[in-house]
């Protein structure tokens, strides 16, 4: 049985030990807390003086004894002068000088008044003027919203096995709507490096998918045609029907079901040839296609005038 992954809120420490791995770009960090992490960032992900929210497991090393090895992690609510310093400084318009400021005026709520009431702040800290303050405000509200988005992420794809960095590229396309997006339909995944029908048809189902449905057969038939690297972007029609036969099992639907669904809601196209026989290919690789042979042909003509 899948475990659910575990929290962990935590600053992060460059004055103690940090040893990263170059091969793989593991990490290996001791935070404030004197907590030991262990995981895949890039080089300048980790911040000193930042909080963050790490997702995983609690481990326990032969050697190192209990440690909390995590699969992704994300800016948090700073906690405590240190944490609230340096995530202030990151906003435009405030200092280290400006945060310190701040902080001494209103401690642990400093990030809040900052967000919510930056005209307040502005009266009281020196140089800071009502328009920076509230550009200020508007950098942290963002992140708030970002923050919510990734904790709402990550409890929708869970230990699912998906790429670590699918999260921010998911907020990146669809922004605060991506929980929702996936939730309409998790085979929009699948359009993504890294995700292939099997983690997405998992998720579909966890989330109460109905596993007979056409919809569900002409996504295991665009994902076959998608991942196909053959170098032929048309496959006989017999291709994505054992493509659907493959992908899933238990079902009383036929793929003719699938694939018509595919062909109707435009993910899929089809075309039949002189002899008479069916092809089919995935909509974006065949217009892609033709992009090209139009391109070919109009530099022939050009070449030939």
Same mark, same amino acid.
């Given at each position: 049985m899948a475990r659910d992954y575990e929290e962990l809120v935590g600053v992060m420490d460059y004055e103690k030990n940090v040893f990263g791995v170059a091969d793989d770009r593991t990490v290996i960090a001791v935070l404030e807390c004197g907590t030991t992490v262990k995981g895949r960032a890039g080089e300048g992900e980790l911040e000193s003086g930042i909080t963050y929210l790490f997702r995983g497991f609690w481990t326990s090393h032969p050697k190192y004894g209990k440690q909390f090895k995590f699969h992704s992690f994300g800016v948090s609510q700073p906690v405590g002068q240190r944490g609230t310093v340096s995530y202030l400084t990151r906003g435009p318009h405030i200092g280290r000088k400006r945060a310190m400021q701040i902080w001494d005026l209103y401690g642990q709520d400093a990030l809040e008044a900052v967000r919510e009431r930056p005209e307040e702040v502005a009266a009281k800290v020196n140089g800071l003027t009502e328009e920076r303050a509230r550009e200020a405000a508007t950098y942290f509200r963002a992140h708030k919203d970002r923050e919510i988005v990734e904790r709402d992420l990550a409890e929708l794809l869970g230990n699912g096995g998906f790429p670590r960095r699918l999260p921010e590229k998911l907020i990146e396309v669809w922004g605060a709507k991506a929980a929702e997006k996936i939730r309409g339909n998790? +085979?929009?995944?699948? *359009? +993504?490096?890294?995700?292939?029908?099997? *983690?997405? &048809?998992k998720l579909y189902l966890n989330l109460g998918g109905a596993p &007979?449905?056409?919809?569900?057969?002409? @996504?295991?038939? @665009?994902n076959a045609l998608h991942k196909d690297r053959d170098g032929s972007t048309w496959r006989p029609l017999e291709f994505a029907t054992q493509a659907i036969l493959k992908g899933i099992g238990g079902t009383d639907t036929p793929p003719a079901a699938g694939i018509g669904w595919g062909l109707e809601s435009g993910n899929l196209v089809g075309r039949v040839d002189s002899a008479g026989r069916k092809w089919i290919a995935e909509k974006e690789r065949a217009a892609a296609e033709n992009r090209l042979a139009n391109q070919v042909y109009r530099a022939m003509v050009e070449g030939v005038a």
């Open positions: 998790a +085979f929009v995944l699948m *359009r +993504f490096s890294g995700v292939g029908f099997g *983690r997405a &048809d &007979d449905t056409p919809e569900r057969l002409g @996504w295991a038939a @665009w």
